[in-house]
């Protein structure tokens, strides 16, 4: 057993799998928190939120709440999982370089942890636990 946490062989195996489940979750329901008190203060934010893009405050801030808000619940449950992660990964990319640019790092180091966090779960994939993979074995019954 001990060999199997130290050294797993597999990343779709159970215990891998479940460890990325938690990721997904406590990550998720993290990030989700923050899109959450976006929306819920939306007509407050819309005209002060930062506009990195150029496209307007409102916007941009209707964007930045579906990437950590509507994201983060594919995100959790695994439904078009890497699909989904791009929008977290641009939104923490936005916060991180561009808006907390020139912030000490204490600052934006929240925003580097998401960024880290979803970037690496990018890479492994969300693991057996997932609705992608679920509907990717019912596809491959038919």
Known sequence: MLKR???PSKPDGT????ILLTVRVV???LM???GIDK???YQELSSVFPDPLGIGSPLSLGLAIFGELACSMAFIIGFL???AMIPMIFTMCVAFFVVHGSDPFAVKELAFVYLVVFVLMYIIGPGK???DRWI???LSRK
């Open 136 to 138: 990717s074995k019912s």
């Open 27 to 29: 990550f998720g329901i």
């Open 81 to 83: 999982y890497r699909l």
């Open 15 to 18: 215990f891998i799998s479940v």
């Open 129 to 131: 636990f997932a609705v």
């Open 39 to 41: 929306w819920a203060n």
């Open 5 to 7: 946490f130290l050294f």
């Open 32 to 34: 989700m928190n923050h």
